[in-house]
Structures are given as structure tokens and as C-alpha cells.
């Protein structure tokens, strides 16, 4: 059975620092990575990292957010920093599987407050 986990979300201040965690299970993962999707907002994507550790980024985020993973432990973060009100959403993990199917966690929710 495929699990997909998130963790870390929370409140803080604008300016600081957050660090979502990723946790998967059952199946081997290629591409993986973070939506997030704030009220009134389409989704959006964040980040997402390749099996080779290629990134990629939406513009807002470069220079303050990082993709990384540990395949050793199947876990993908997102380490957030410089945050902004702007960064509120709910955060989604998912991962790709060797079979090209997709898988979402939950979501957790990030609140930026000024």
C-alpha cells in the first residue's frame, strides 16, 4: 500500500523558517515534489526534484524555498525560508511512481503572518 505523508506545516512569522517533510511508502518514486494551493487561488507548484536530483521552481519561491530528498529514507523536504503572507496555502506532497502514477498526501497547512 502506497502512503504519502506530509509533515511540518505550522504558523510563523513572516521572515522565518519552516521545513515540510515528505514521507512515502510502497513503491519506488521518480519525480517528486510540493503543490500548494492558497484560498481563492488555483494550485500551483512549487518545487519538485527528479530521481537524478534535478530541481525545479516556480519563480516566487527562487532563492528562498529548497527541494531535497533522501532516498535512503523515501522522504522529500521542502525547506522554506524569508516566508511571506504570500506563502500561506495548504502544501501537498506527491510523488510519481516507476508506473507514472501519481500519488498525493493530505496536505498540511502553512499560515504566514505579517
Known amino acids: 500500500q502506497v502512503q504519502v505523508v506530509e509533515s511540518g506545516g505550522g504558523l510563523v512569522q513572516a521572515g522565518g523558517s519552516l521545513r515540510l517533510s515528505c514521507a512515502t511508502s510502497?513503491?519506488?518514486?521518480?519525480?517528486m515534489g510540493w503543490y500548494r494551493q492558497a484560498p481563492g487561488k488555483q494550485r500551483e507548484l512549487v518545487a519538485r526534484?527528479?530521481?537524478?536530483?534535478?530541481?525545479d521552481y516556480t519563480d516566487s519561491v527562487k532563492g528562498r524555498f529548497t527541494i531535497s530528498r533522501d532516498n535512503a529514507k523515501n522522504t522529500v523536504y521542502l525547506q522554506m525560508n524569508s516566508l511571506k503572507t504570500e506563502d500561506t496555502a495548504v502544501y501537498s506532497c506527491?510523488?510519481?511512481?516507476?508506473?507514472?502514477?501519481?500519488?498525493w498526501g493530505r496536505g498540511t497547512q502553512v499560515t504566514v503572518s505579517s
Open positions: 526534484i527528479y530521481s537524478g536530483g534535478a530541481t
Open positions: 510502497g513503491s519506488i518514486f521518480s519525480t
Open positions: 506527491y510523488a510519481v511512481s516507476n508506473r507514472a502514477t501519481i500519488y
